[in-house]
């Protein structure tokens, strides 16, 4: 399994917003400049996880982007199957039954236990894991 790079500006756009965090919609073009990613391609991965329903959208003047949960209450198992589809470390692992080796093929076992191994891992972290101490150090008043 490899993680696209979708995958992984996902991401970084779901960590960033949570260490943001104020309340406010936070426009894309801050998310794009502080993690040196293109606003264009980063228009296309919001629009994934605003429509999985992730984040929520403002437009206009005071618009952009925020967490619609808490960061606690994503999963990185989550935001990768949002934006990579399966994690299934081989093609129809779920659907093995239905191949035609799969009645003779010894390693399904193997394969099964290292996609519960990644699917378990990817459960157990959370945003609010990789954000860690960050979120809320930008909640200030001047």
């Not at 967490?67 to 299934?88: C, F, M, N, Q, W």
């Not at 035609?100 to 010894?106: G, N, Y």
Request: proline residues 3%.
């Amino acid at each position: 399994m490899t993680v696209s790079t979708r995958g992984r500006y996902a991401l970084r756009v779901m960590v960033d917003l949570a260490e943001h965090d104020n309340g406010e919609f936070i426009p894309l073009s801050d998310i794009a400049d502080r993690q040196e990613i293109s606003e264009k391609y980063l228009e296309s991965i919001v629009a994934m996880l605003s429509k999985s329903g992730f984040v929520q959208s403002l437009r206009g003047k005071g618009g952009g982007y925020r967490l619609a949960k808490k960061p606690e209450e994503y999963t990185i198992r989550d935001i990768l199957e949002v934006t990579e589809g399966s994690l299934e470390p081989v093609p129809n692992l779920n659907n093995a039954d239905e191949g035609m080796r799969a009645s003779v093929c010894r390693e399904m076992d193997m394969w099964r236990g290292l996609y519960k191994a990644i699917t378990d891992y990817l459960d157990s972290v959370t945003i609010r894991d990789i954000a860690g101490t960050e979120i809320g150090q930008y909640d200030f008043v001047i």
